[in-house]
């Protein structure tokens, strides 16, 4: 069965770092998107892209937040400088469908930032 | 923006019975409403998902039902077993216009016990 990839599964990094975190979306799938998940709390849409270009971003993807679909199968998240507050989860997923419809989500990266 | 409102935080049932959860939303233009299960350390899985033109969706021990009116839905699992236990998110979103993300209520932790 196809499935959503994340590399790497945890990163550790020093605040004021630059990350870089990596998504295969399903190959078929033409919407991709960012949720984050802080430790106990509920899952949050960070950005949305389709056709390479964003198509939604939340408040939380402020001007330090960045994604790219550099070549057919990868989308990146960029954090430029990162804070302690950008310690969370972060999953990728693909969806079919605009709006998120049965969207598929990856088994996240661990973002620990120290 | 939309906001999805999800109650109990925790619930915990017997094995064998029923167990409910439910969910409120703002946007009434939303039209999807899917449930995912997260077990700890995992990524969110979609278990069930209904969209606007229906008022029930059932599957196997999983059951969902709509009420646009009112702006709620809620997941029915009877004959709860122990791989049950899991945090639940409601979310909903805007498939094919409008708003790409979805937004997840902030989940309820199942307990089944023995």
């Known amino acids: 069965e196809p499935e959503v990839t994340q590399t790497p599964s945890h990163q550790v990094t020093q605040m004021g770092q630059e990350v870089i975190l990596r998504c295969v979306p399903i190959?078929?799938?033409?919407?991709f998107y960012w949720y984050r998940q802080i430790l106990g709390q509920k899952v949050e849409f960070l950005v949305s892209?389709?056709?390479?270009?964003?198509?939604?971003k939340s408040e939380i993807f402020d001007d330090q937040f960045s994604v790219e679909r550099p070549d057919g199968s990868n989308f990146t998240l960029k954090i430029r400088s990162t804070k302690l507050e950008d310690s969370a989860m972060y999953f990728c997923a693909s969806s079919e469908a605009r709006g998120g419809g049965e969207a598929f989500f990856g088994q996240g990266t661990r973002l620990t930032v120290v | 923006g939309e906001n999805v409102e999800q109650h109990p935080s925790t619930l915990s049932v017997q094995e064998g019975d029923s167990a409910v959860i439910k969910c409120t939303y703002s946007?009434?233009?939303?039209?999807?409403f899917p449930w995912y299960k997260q077990e700890l350390g995992k990524r969110p899985q979609l278990i069930i998902d209904?969209?606007?033109?229906?008022g029930e969706k059932k599957d196997q021990r999983i059951a969902v039902t709509l009420n646009k009116t009112a702006k709620h839905f809620s997941l029915h699992i009877t004959e709860t077993q122990p791989e049950d236990s899991a945090v639940y998110f409601c979310a909903a979103s805007i498939v094919g216009g409008g708003a790409d993300g979805l937004t997840f209520g902030k989940g309820t932790h199942l307990i089944i016990q023995p």
């Open positions: 209904i969209r606007s033109n229906v």
């Open positions: 892209f389709y056709n390479n270009e964003i198509s939604e």
């Open positions: 946007d009434s233009a939303s039209n999807y």
């Open positions: 190959s078929n799938h033409l919407y």
